[in-house]
């Protein structure tokens, strides 16, 4: 398939026509002057019906998006959908080249920089031009993360919870669609986010996490991409959706945690050491429980790290090695476990 190359300013998704199935490099121009690239799956089907985006790496350690929509975009056909599928599989090359969470040209995390600025920083460019010429174009945003090299995370969907307003709504029924075990509502998300931009453009949101560590597990993999097809399904954009999804029943939700979901928020080192936890993924901690402790060496205790207040474990050091600053623990502090018909 021929690669084309457009001006980001200048994509109208109006100007493709129906049954289409393009690859292009969306391009803007970098700090230096040198032409930035963000690579785009384009796929619109004979028949009208809603504009999907589906963001992934970011970060540019988190793998398991880029597979998803690799994958999808090797299965999927204009005959396939109704609508419009746009898939960014890398939204951070320069963070995706250095296998960094962060944009080595100037320090910044793209996940912090909506709405960006058309003329500021390497990221900050980025984030303008992706939110302006796709985030702003869709009908629906799926942002797919994991722990990356620094977390451990459980396999999560995030979503805006707010039953009074129609974006809300709409981001909670698609969350429940997803058929992941575990969902984390947000009724307000840190400015800067993807997620925080397409909700100020009204755009109902998805976010998903899987454990990470720089590895794309089979199982998580499996499970993110047919998650991503039910969504779809749930957004009546697949012609033939039993093509691709076999089972009849959504698997049944566990738990229902609800916070603000920043790992900006999350406990970090104050000195160095290695992190041995005393707890795992999703266990439930009180107020001054022993999260883990923080050895030298010779295995004599820095520090012990105490849970700050109630809640489920949703966020640990992904690497033992800490380093001043690095994550320790994040706690989600509302949850409860889902019934049957909620």
């Known amino acids: 398939m021929a690669m084309k190359r457009e001006e980001i300013e200048r994509f109208r ?28 799956h384009l796929i619109k089907g004979a028949d009208s019906g809603p504009v999907l985006l589906m963001l992934a790496a970011i970060h540019g350690d988190e793998y398991e998006g880029v597979q998803t929509i690799i994958e999808l975009g090797r299965m999927l056909s204009p005959t396939d959908i109704r609508g419009t599928l746009l898939m960014v599989p890398i939204a951070n090359e320069y963070a995706y080249r250095a296998a960094d969470r962060l944009t080595p040209e100037d320090g910044r995390n793209l996940a912090r920089e909506f709405p960006g600025k058309r003329e500021g920083t390497a990221t900050e460019r980025l984030a303008w031009h992706l939110g ?28 805006y919870d707010n039953e009074d307003n129609d974006t809300g709504r709409r981001s909670r029924a698609a969350a429940e669609a997803f058929g992941f075990e575990v969902l984390w509502g947000h009724d307000q998300v840190s400015p800067g986010r993807t997620v925080s931009y397409a909700g100020d453009c009204g755009i109902p949101w998805l976010y998903t996490e899987a454990f990470g560590g720089r590895r794309v597990k089979y199982d998580e993999q499996q499970r993110l991409r047919q998650g991503a097809l039910r969504l779809m399904r749930h957004l009546s954009m697949l012609a033939n959706p039993t093509q691709w999804i076999q089972e009849e029943v959504i698997p049944e939700i566990r738990y229902r945690l609800t916070g603000s979901g920043d790992f900006d928020g999350s406990v970090t080192a104050e000195e160095e050491g290695f992190f041995i936890p005393s707890v795992a993924l999703l266990q439930n ?10 050895y030298n060496g010779f295995g004599e205790t820095i520090r012990s790290y105490r849970a700050i207040c109630g809640g489920v474990i949703v966020g640990l050091a992904g690497t033992p090695a800490l380093k001043q600053g690095s994550l320790v623990y994040l706690i989600a502090r509302s949850h409860h476990p889902a019934q049957a018909g909620i």
Request: aromatic letters at 12%; charged letters at 25%; zero cysteines.
């Open 13 to 40: 998704l109006e100007a493709y026509p129906a049954d289409v199935k393009e690859q292009i490099y969306l391009t803007y121009e970098g700090v230096d002057g040198s032409t930035a690239e963000i690579p785009l």
């Open 132 to 159: 302006k010429g796709l985030i702003a174009k869709a009908d629906f945003l799926l942002d797919m993360h994991s722990g990356g090299t620094y977390y451990e995370v459980p396999e999560f969907v995030g979503y």
């Open 285 to 294: 901690v009180r107020q001054g429980d022993v999260i883990g402790n923080v």
